[in-house]
């Protein structure tokens, strides 16, 4: 499989640097609209061509695959592009700037019968696909919510606020975990330097009461990558920056039952069990989002993160953006 790659910013070489040691696929042909990338791109891979016009990228012959690796306000026309063009198409998170754009191109994808992958990276990390694990065999039991802190200090981005820039991330991997179809979201943000919203809330709501919150934010003093999710007989704790226990579960939980002799005292029950660290893999998430991708074109298979994974993520970035201007309307979805 041979891979043009657009985009040679900060997340373009790793893209280059995991599709070009598969073994089955090697980058060709690089473009960034920036000349000094070139420089960059030659120390590390002479023989990996480099073009200041995406569009060689986009029509070249010998190219099967076409990596998006720039800023999401240009991901739509450059996919579009590619598709039409008979490319297999990577692109980055998030998948496009509005759900119309990410509708047109699965469409488009669907009628030529090319794939499309979003690079939702952390459902490749081990602590995510142990969560998946432990919460589809109902470790968990019943979910009751899925809480999501994902703050630090920058990187402020000019072109996206902070929602569409680390929200998601959080998205993306509730969605994966919770696989219900969420039913409306409300948001919450404020605006402090530069004009877009640099610290957001979104709450989003799902069947059977359950419930998720994901909190980013770019001003904040400490860095916490921690999400806890709570079930009717667990709950886990997840902290993406411990090293060896990145996952926790504690045999905790409530129950609650009337007094037979009096029907209108509740008698609470808290239960206060094991806690335990499940081992997590130790992998290279981009390393094996890349092989599957290209297992996925091998083989003819959807991929997880298809389009319509990305999309699902739009519409709730798309639905959060229309609820913040209104101070937390709730939107439908
Ligand atoms: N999956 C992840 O964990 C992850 C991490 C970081 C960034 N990203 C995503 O990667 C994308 C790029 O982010 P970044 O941080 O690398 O941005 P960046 O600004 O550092 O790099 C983008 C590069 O694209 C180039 N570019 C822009 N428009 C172009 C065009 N039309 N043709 C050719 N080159 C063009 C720019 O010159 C720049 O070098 C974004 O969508 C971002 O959300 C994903």
């Known amino acids: 499989m041979r891979i043009g790659v657009i985009g040679y910013g900060y997340w373009g070489p790793n893209i280059v ?16 609209r920036n000349p000094k990338c070139e420089g960059r ?33 240009t991901h739509f ?23 119309a754009q990410g509708e047109e191109l699965i469409e488009l994808a669907d009628r030529k019968s090319l794939k499309i992958m ?21 470790e968990l039991g019943d979910l009751y919510y899925y809480d999501a802190l994902r703050v630090n200090l920058g990187l402020f981005q000019h072109d996206v606020n902070v929602i569409w820039d680390l929200a998601p991330h959080d998205l993306s991997i509730m969605d ?19 004009g877009v919203e640099d610290v957001a809330f979104i709450t989003v709501y799902f069947p059977k009461h359950i419930i998720a919150h994901v909190n980013v934010n770019w001003l ?3 860095k916490v990558r921690t999400t806890l999710i709570g079930g009717e007989k667990k709950m ?47 992998i290279e998430a981009l390393r094996a989002e890349t092989a599957y991708f290209l297992k996925c074109i091998e083989e003819n298979t959807r991929p997880i993160n298809d389009g319509e994974a990305g999309l699902r993520v739009v ?19």
């Open 17 to 32: 640097r995991n599709f070009h040691s598969q073994e089955n696929s090697e980058v060709v042909l690089v473009a960034d």
């Open 176 to 194: 994966y975990v919770i696989a219900a179809k969420p039913e409306a979201v409300v948001a919450t943000g404020e605006r402090h330097l530069n």
């Open 236 to 282: 886990l704790v997840w902290n993406d920056l411990e090293v060896d226990e990145k996952l926790r579960i504690y045999d905790k939980g409530v129950s609650m039952s009337t007094n037979p002799s009096n029907l209108h005292q509740l008698l609470v029950s808290y239960r206060s069990g094991d806690m335990w660290a499940p081992q997590v893999e130790n």
């Open 41 to 73: 791109l030659k120390k590390v891979y002479p023989s990996i061509g480099f073009t200041t016009d995406e569009n060689e990228v986009l029509t070249s012959p010998n190219i099967d695959v076409v990596a998006v690796v720039t800023p999401v306000w």
């Open 315 to 333: 519409r709730i970035l798309e639905a959060a953006d229309k609820s913040i201007r209104t101070r937390g309307e709730a939107i439908n979805l």
């Open 220 to 222: 904040s003093p400490v």
């Open 77 to 99: 026309e450059l996919a579009k592009k590619a598709l039409e063009n008979g490319k297999h198409v990577f692109v980055e998170k998030p998948f496009t700037y509005s759900v």
């Open 118 to 138: 979003v690079d939702h990276t952390f459902l490749f990390t081990g602590a995510v696909k142990k969560i998946k694990e432990l919460v589809d065999r109902k």
